[in-house]
Nanobody, 112 residues
Framework: QVQLVESGGGLVQPGGSLRLSCAASGFTLSTYTVSWYRQAPGKERDLVAN????????NYADSGKGRFVISRDNARNMVHLEMNNLKPEDTAVYYC?????WGRGTQVTVDS
């Protein structure tokens, strides 16, 4: 069964950091382009970052440039999203997306 599971979300103060993880079962993440999206209440789901395969191309939305880092952990069949200097506007549910499959998301709340 193909499945994606996100983890690592939580409540953090402005300026803090979180590392989100996307774990896959049923397929090998290293052979797919993996994307992180986020959806805030009342807003559309937007791309945050993706890492391509084949190759090593990485793209970030303007909102995360300089603050977010996407990386692969091939040994554990995971992709991480390191988020630094978090802002209240980063509050959203963060989703992993691979090859037509969505995870259920992990909530990130940035609040003092």
């Amino acid at each position: 069964q193909v499945q994606l599971v996100e983890s690592g979300g939580g409540l953090v103060q402005p300026g803090g950091s979180l590392r989100l993880s996307c774990a896959a079962s049923g397929f090998t993440l290293s052979t797919y382009t993996v994307s992180w999206y986020r959806q805030a209440p009342g807003k559309e789901r937007d791309l945050v970052a993706n890492i391509h395969s084949p190759g090593t191309t990485i793209n970030y939305a303007d909102s995360g440039k300089g603050r977010f880092v996407i990386s692969r952990d091939n040994a554990r069949n995971m992709v991480h999203l390191e988020m630094n200097n978090l802002k209240p506007e980063d509050t959203a549910v963060y989703y992993c997306y691979v090859g037509g499959v969505w995870g259920r998301g992990t909530q990130v709340t940035v609040d003092s």
